[in-house]
């Protein structure tokens, strides 16, 4: 295993590290789930140095007890001194700061923990920023590593990178900045821009969902497949999301998921093979020529161009119209219907119906039919996922 610097911290993390409890399990039936063969990667993948590991959200879950049972095994046995662990805080659900610590406490005490290496704030966007603002998170943030119930605070951030300055200027000492770096998120909330803030904080930054919740890994478009097996690359798909992730010096480590990409040992023994193999120097024009063209190959396939300018915003109702684009977008990218639809009940779209005043289709510059859309999102969506509202955290947005 190689490891990197991990910013202003004196402690160096592997190059890959592991995500449980996140999306990609939520939406898998539990017989889906092979408890057995989870724990079995886990451990292999510890045994051989990945020194990091992100507990999740255990509360998303029906049954968090059930759901999280193997992960506290997996630890078991000597194995949570070996790692650094981290819990998550919703940042929507971060009211006051006796909420904050309420979270961590309960998480903690979930996983039955002394303590957390790191806790981090979740779901950091421009609203949900507002509030973390409003709470005064700067204090409190130093104070959970004073009171002994974390060793550092770090966020997860899904907005445009520009927000992120503000952010980091209100609290420069984040222990770490996690982002969502697959291949088709070069530019995306907040993409490779997140690394000029880093940079200027000296702050290690983890990626996350490099298959997008692994549905870059499912319903594969023929045109991707043509675009490999035309290319002069040399290695296969997982690899080049892999490396390219890793191919970004300011990234300290990339976060595989349990459920999607490291599921048992046979996969396991491939993404450690892959990230010994990876050597910066061989990441070259082809590889990236490869990544640019599935990038477009993916995007291609969207029903509309939403470039995010969120021009068509405020809506009068409160409707997030360029997200319900996107969740479309992501249904036709992915030929993935069940995510989509998980994500909009869980983000509680389904609450709000379109006064149909058209304000969001005058704005948009690229003509895309918001009204229509977002009717049509509530129809399809809706009806047939009546979920209980859930917090955001881990949710690839
Ligand atoms: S104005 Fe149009 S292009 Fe811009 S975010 Fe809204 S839907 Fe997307
Ligand atoms: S048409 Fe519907 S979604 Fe668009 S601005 Fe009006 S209420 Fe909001």
Known sequence: MKYRRFGKLDWMISEISLGVLRLDEVVEEPCERNDRERIEAIRYAIDRGVNYINLGYPFYFEEPETAGAYVKEALGGGYRDKVKAAVNIPANEALSQRDLDNAVDRQVGFFGLDKADFCVIDGVDRTTWNTLKSVEIASWAPRVADVGKAEHVAIAFHDDAHYLKEICSAYP???????????????????????????????????????????????????????????????????????????????????????????????????????????????????????????????AKRDYQCTACRCCMPCPSGIDAPRIVELINNEKMFSDQKISEFQYNMENHQNTQCAQCGVCDKHCPKRIPLQKIVSGAYEKYRQNSPLPARSLVGFDR
Not at 233 to 242: P, Q, T
Not at 257 to 286: C, M, P, T
């Open 173 to 299: 000492d984040w222990a770490f900045i996690q982002i969502e770096l697959s291949i088709l998120d070069y530019t995306h909330h907040p993409g490779v821009g997140a690394f000029t803030f880093s940079k200027e904080l000296d702050c290690a930054v983890i990626a996350t969902d490099i298959t997008k919740a692994g549905r870059l890994l499912k319903n594969v478009p023929k045109e991707v497949g043509e675009i490999v097996d035309k290319s002069r690359l040399k290695m296969e798909r997982e690899a080049l999301y892999l490396s390219w992730a890793l191919s970004h010096e300011e990234v300290s480590s990339v976060q595989l998921s349990v459920q999607s990409e490291l599921r048992n040992i046979e996969s396991a023994k491939k993404y450690l093979s892959h990230v010994e193999q990876f050597d910066s120097n061989d990441f070259g024009v082809w590889e990236k020529l490869a990544a640019a063209q599935i990038r477009e190959a993916y995007y």
